[in-house]
Structures are given as C-alpha cells and as structure tokens.
C-alpha cells in the first residue's frame, strides 16, 4: 500500500509539472525566458522543428539540408528523391555558404552531378544498392581520390594529384556515394584549431568567435552547415572529436 501511495503522489506531481509546462508553452513570453539559459538555434529548433531556422547569418532548410541519410536513402529507393536534385541541393548550399565558412579546398561540381545523372537512371532501372547510393558527401583533403588534388592543407602538395584511391573512396563508391569535393584542414592534419594559413581557416557556422575545431574542420562545418548530410575526416589526438 505504501508504494502505491508513493507511485500515486509522484503521478499528481508529475501532472502538475507538465500542466505548468503546458501554460508556459501556450504564451510567447516563455521564448524570452529560454533565451537566458538556452542558445537562440536550440529555442528556434524547439518552437519550428520542421522549418528553416537562423544562426550567425546561416539559413538552412532542415528537412532536406539535416534529413538524415536513412531519410534521404529511403526517398531515393522509392524515387520520391531524385540523386540530382539532391546533389544540387548540396551544391547550392556550398555555394551560398562556402565562401563564408571556407569548409572545401576543392568542389567537384561538374563530376558529382555527372555521376549523380548515372545514379538516377540505374535507379529507375530497378538498380538501388543501398542505403549510401545516391547520397553526397565531403571527405577531408589528406584522403586520395584518384586523379582529384591532394593538398593536405599544404602548400607544397598544392599541384598533388593521386594515381589511386583511398580504400575508404573505394568502398563508398561501390555503395554508389557521390563525393562533392575536399575539405579544409590544418595543414597535414597538425592541429585542432581549423586554422590553415595556406587555403584560409575553417570558420565555426554558429559562432564566429569560436574555433571550428580541427584538424577536420572543413568536414564537421561541410555538413554542421547542411551542405552534405556526412562527410570523412581523420582522427589522431582528437580531430574529430574536438
């Protein structure tokens, strides 16, 4: 009997914690209230989940731009998601954004929307491979793609170009990914600022008085920025991480 009393008491009290959460959310003035202890991107996530929200001069359109791969793989599959569309999209972003924020090195537009057109029509033949086919991505500019510039963050490797491909660009070229180009980073990977004097420092999309953090900034802003929904990096001592 003790414990039922027990459970019931917790019950009534946790009904009036949400009918005081209730109040406050049904009032605009909550927002204000939020904005003391919460930052302004999580309060706007928080009252528009599904619609376009606005931080350090950023606009992004969360339904495409931060759709998960599972979400966007699946759209492909059924084609209510063209490849093209999507690689545009990204292509778009990086556009708009990249001057600001410097996350690439190298845009491969013109290859990714050629390999996105043979995406397209193998998957309308009934050809999907899976969850990867179709979905663009960045990888940090230290990984080889045959035949596309390797810097390293470094000048002296500005005019390197591989004769092979990395394993990990193997593989996710198999899957049927389209890579959109290469990202900043810390020159030869030997940082964890995002500062690059060579090809210009990675810039942190909602906070410029922040780091983006490094070596792999280019590719932790590629995507914080919805430009790509994933992108490769290379971790050490905490690039990825950090």
């Known amino acids: 009997?003790?414990?039922?009393?027990?459970?019931?008491?917790?019950?009534?009290?946790?009904?009036?914690?949400?009918?005081?959460?209730?109040?406050?959310?049904?009032?605009?003035?909550?927002?204000?209230?939020?904005?003391?202890?919460?930052?302004?991107?999580?309060?706007?996530?928080?009252?528009?989940?599904?619609?376009?929200?606005?931080?350090?001069?950023?606009?992004?359109?969360?339904?495409?731009?931060?759709?998960?791969?599972?979400?966007?793989?699946?759209?492909?599959?059924?084609?209510?998601?063209?490849?093209?569309?999507?690689?545009?999209?990204?292509?778009?972003?990086?556009?708009?954004?990249?001057?600001?924020?410097?996350?690439?090195?190298?845009?491969?537009?013109?290859?990714?929307?050629?390999?996105?057109?043979?995406?397209?029509?193998r998957v309308k033949k009934g050809y999907y491979k899976g969850r990867l086919d179709g979905i663009p991505y960045s990888l940090k500019d230290i990984i080889y793609i045959k035949g596309v510039r390797c810097t390293a963050g470094s000048r002296i490797l500005k005019n390197f170009f591989p004769k092979r491909n990395a394993e990990c660009v193997s593989q996710l070229r198999k899957a049927g990914s389209i890579i959109l180009g290469t990202t900043n980073l810390n020159e030869f990977a030997s940082g964890i600022t995002g500062i690059n004097p060579h090809y210009g420092s990675t810039i942190n999309p909602w906070n410029k008085d922040h780091i983006s953090g490094g070596s792999s900034g280019g590719s932790c802003v590629s995507v914080s920025c919805g430009m790509v929904p994933f992108s490769l990096g290379t971790d050490t001592g905490g690039s990825i991480r950090v």
């Open 1 to 121: 009997m003790g414990s039922t009393r027990t459970m019931n008491k917790s019950r009534k009290k946790n009904g009036y914690i949400d009918s005081i959460v209730l109040f406050w959310l049904r009032y605009p003035y909550w927002k204000k209230l939020l904005k003391l202890f919460i930052p302004v991107r999580w309060v706007s996530l928080c009252v528009n989940p599904k619609k376009s929200y606005k931080a350090t001069d950023i606009i992004i359109d969360i339904k495409l731009n931060f759709a998960t791969i599972r979400e966007l793989s699946s759209k492909i599959e059924t084609g209510e998601l063209s490849p093209i569309s999507l690689v545009e999209d990204s292509i778009n972003q990086i556009k708009k954004y990249n001057p600001r924020f410097n996350a690439f090195i190298t845009i491969l537009e013109k290859a990714a929307l050629k390999e996105a057109e043979t995406t397209e029509k």
